[in-house]
């Protein structure tokens, strides 16, 4: 069975691929368009496709669009109700709707030789639980679904038994946990469906002092949903205008949401694990992109078992729609990783760096010669294998330096364009994890926060948040031998057995995907060495 999975209407459109029960590809249109987040969550782009990530899914494959068997689109305009009867301020969401109707004819001229019959409108939150559930290592799990909105509904409770969902609980709009942190976002002088990691970043400096308060706006019900609306922010704490510095007010205001919104969290695990037993739970929604909530229930909440898909947030419906068709009639496999999107032969690459005319040398090998340049508190380019699905660079596109040198963070968000406020991330084998890191452990998409052992803070300190925490990616030596072998090519010049890892991009650019913008990238910004495949072109040499 040959399904594409399409997600479009709101943010982070995406494409996603699942033959006979197999994930071949999944990407993020933002990759192919180079638009951060594929566009923006209005109306008037609600027309767009993810014409280029779903084209190349097809064409990775050798599959025309005439012989798929279905073309998924996770959202259902039939449960979509009137944005004002749902208590939403959003005049032009019948044009959304519209464009959500016409989304077969829409994808049949995109996909010329698709039948426009065989596109099956897949409910949101389905959606979202199909890209946990049936993903996860765990396929008979509880699901918790929260995110902004879906077409009626910001939430979904339930449990997958043999493959099929049953859904205990879901919250109508227009209570919303995803939208109170999106206001919360504005609120603060960020981009609104866009930085709500940066929320959760500067929570961590402050205190939730405001948190009474927000209960009175923030609070579960008992039943399985919650009310989540109306918060009057300015109340608490004046707004921050974009590039305004932040105050204490500000960081305590995000520290009381980050912590009212892990209250509401457990409380929603609790009640689903009475519902329905179990020993796992696997979240989707963009509120599961929330490492240090997810982290929360792990430690506190009632499952054995927590996993997160890593293209958590939107982008992950394009999957989790293909994956709640498939599973109509077979039983697909898990995700075997991430890493769904392009990638190229050395050959391709070696052709990339000759029309360049860029210098580079092919070391005997590039994990050494990365680990050399490390250890000499370099900054490295890495550009290894297929793309990463999902926001987190999981080591196939990533910037690469030295944890035992505190200035280094301050460095890569200068090299990056970002906030000070913002950590960045320690890569372990997963073997040596807990040596160094209590939490919940393999931890693959770094998708959880992780208490750094007070013995290493100071070994490590430029991947230690201000609360003593990091968010960190295990690897499995099986699965990424290549990124393993650097990492102990590092361990023996340093004695470290963890490198920083941070995503390949600067601020307000997505995520570097192809050849050429590694290159571009590389040329921008102040690294000092791209390894791209088995080739290594350093900075001096290329600048010279």
């Known amino acids: ?3 594409l999975g399409i997600n479009a209407l709101f943010h982070d459109p995406a494409a996603a691929l699942v033959v006979d029960g197999h994930t071949v590809a999944a ?14 969550p209005v109306p008037f782009s609600a027309w767009e496709l993810p014409e280029l990530s779903a084209r190349w899914c097809l064409e990775h494959a050798g599959i025309r669009p005439e012989e798929l068997d279905a073309v998924t689109y996770s959202f259902d305009p039939t449960l979509a109700r009137p944005a004002h009867e749902m208590g939403l301020n959003d005049p032009f969401d019948p044009l959304r709707l519209d464009y959500a109707r016409r989304a077969p004819e829409f994808l049949a001229e995109a996909l010329p030789g698709l039948d426009p019959d065989r596109v099956v409108f897949v409910p949101h939150h389905v959606a979202h639980a199909a890209s946990a559930g049936p993903a996860s290592p765990h396929p008979d799990s509880a699901v918790l679904v929260l995110d902004g909105r879906g077409e009626a509904a910001s939430h979904l409770a339930g ?8 859904i205990l609980a879901t919250q109508a709009l227009p209570d919303s946990l995803g939208l109170v942190y999106e206001e919360l976002t504005e609120h603060l002088g960020f981009l609104r469906s866009s930085d709500e990691y940066k929320v959760m970043a500067l929570a961590s400096y402050g205190k939730p002092r405001f948190l009474p308060q927000l209960r009175q706006y923030v609070h579960p019900t008992g039943d399985g949903g919650f009310r989540a ?6 109340a608490l704490a004046p707004a921050r205008a974009k590039n305004e510095p932040w105050t204490q007010e500000h960081a305590d205001l995000a520290a009381s949401t980050q912590a009212v919104l892990e ?6 695990a609790h009640w689903l694990h009475r519902e329905a037993g179990g020993e796992a739970l696997a979240l989707a929604g963009g509120v599961a992109l929330n490492c240090v909530a997810n982290s929360k229930i792990a430690a506190q909440g009632p499952y054995r078992h927590v996993w997160v898909q890593p293209a958590a947030g939107d982008a992950g419906t394009a999957l989790g729609g293909a994956l709640h068709v498939v599973a109509q009639q077979e039983s697909p496999l898990p995700m075997s990783g991430a890493d769904l999107g392009r990638g190229w032969s050395d050959e391709e690459l070696r052709a990339w760096l000759e029309q360049a005319a860029v210098p580079y040398e092919e070391p005997d090998d590039i994990a050494e010669t990365v680990a050399e340049e490390l250890a000499r508190d370099g900054v490295v380019a890495w550009f290894q294998g297929r793309s990463e699905y999902g926001p987190r660079a999981l080591g196939h596109r990533s910037l690469l330096a030295h944890p035992g040198r505190a200035e280094n963070l301050e460095r890569l968000n200068h090299v990056k364009g970002r906030e000070e406020f913002r950590p960045v991330a320690p890569m372990v084998l997963a073997d040596r994890a807990h040596e160094l890191f209590t939490g919940p452990l393999p931890s693959p998409y770094m998708l959880f ?26 690897v499995d030596e099986r699965q990424e031998p290549l ?9 023996r010049r340093t004695g470290l057995p963890v490198v920083v890892n941070t995503s390949l991009n600067t601020a307000g650019r997505p995520m570097v995907d192809d050849p050429r913008d590694a290159l571009e990238c590389f040329g921008s910004a102040p690294v000092d060495l791209l390894a791209i495949g088995p080739y290594a072109v350093r900075r001096g040499r290329a600048f010279a």
Request: glycine residues 6%.
């Open 483 to 491: 990124v393993a072998r650097m990492l102990r090519g590092f361990e």
């Open 263 to 268: 209250e509401l969290l457990l409380e929603l």
């Open 159 to 166: 449990r997958y038994r043999d493959g099929k969902l049953d």
């Open 1 to 3: 069975m040959r399904v």
């Open 449 to 474: 926060v992780h208490d750094v052992a007070r013995q290493w803070r100071d070994r490590i300190p430029a991947v230690v948040h201000v609360d003593g925490t990091a968010r960190i990616q295990t």
């Open 229 to 234: 609306r109306g918060v009057d922010w300015a």
């Open 27 to 40: 990407a993020e249109e933002e990759r192919f368009s180079r638009r951060k987040h594929g566009k923006r």
